[in-house]
Nanobody, 124 residues
Framework: QLQLVESGGGLVQPGGSLRLSCAAS????????IGWFRHAPGKEREGISC????????YYADSVKGRFTVSRDNAKNTVYLQMNILRPEDTAVYYC?????????????????WGQGTQVTVSS
């Protein structure tokens, strides 16, 4: 059974950092493109990053570009999202999701498997 589990969320002050993990079980994670999404109260879910299966290319939404970095550790079957210079507007539940396409599609609908989410709160 394909399963994704996020961890690493928590409360952090503005300007701080967190590293989220997305651990996969039941499948080899590098065979999938992995996306990170977030959902803040009162807002639509937003795709913020993706790492492709084909060549490890990475993509970022403008809202996080230059502050967040996605990476993959195939030995640990885990994808990470390093989040730096966090802002209060980064507060959300963060999800990782898997897409069978070898390249990041740019469309949320192609991600068929989702984790349960981890809460990130940026506040002083």
């Amino acid at each position: 059974q394909l399963q994704l589990v996020e961890s690493g969320g928590g409360l952090v002050q503005p300007g701080g950092s967190l590293r989220l993990s997305c651990a996969a079980s039941g499948f080899t994670l590098d065979a999938y493109s992995i996306g990170w999404f977030r959902h803040a109260p009162g807002k639509e879910r937003e795709g913020i990053s993706c790492i492709s299966s084909r060549d490890g290319n990475t993509y970022y939404a403008d809202s996080v570009k230059g502050r967040f970095t996605v990476s993959r550790d195939n030995a640990k079957n885990t994808v990470y999202l390093q989040m730096n210079i966090l802002r209060p507007e980064d507060t959300a539940v963060y999800y990782c999701a898997a897409d069978t396409h070898k390249d990041c599609s740019g469309y949320e609908s192609t991600f068929g498997s989702w984790g349960q989410g981890t809460q990130v709160t940026v506040s002083s």
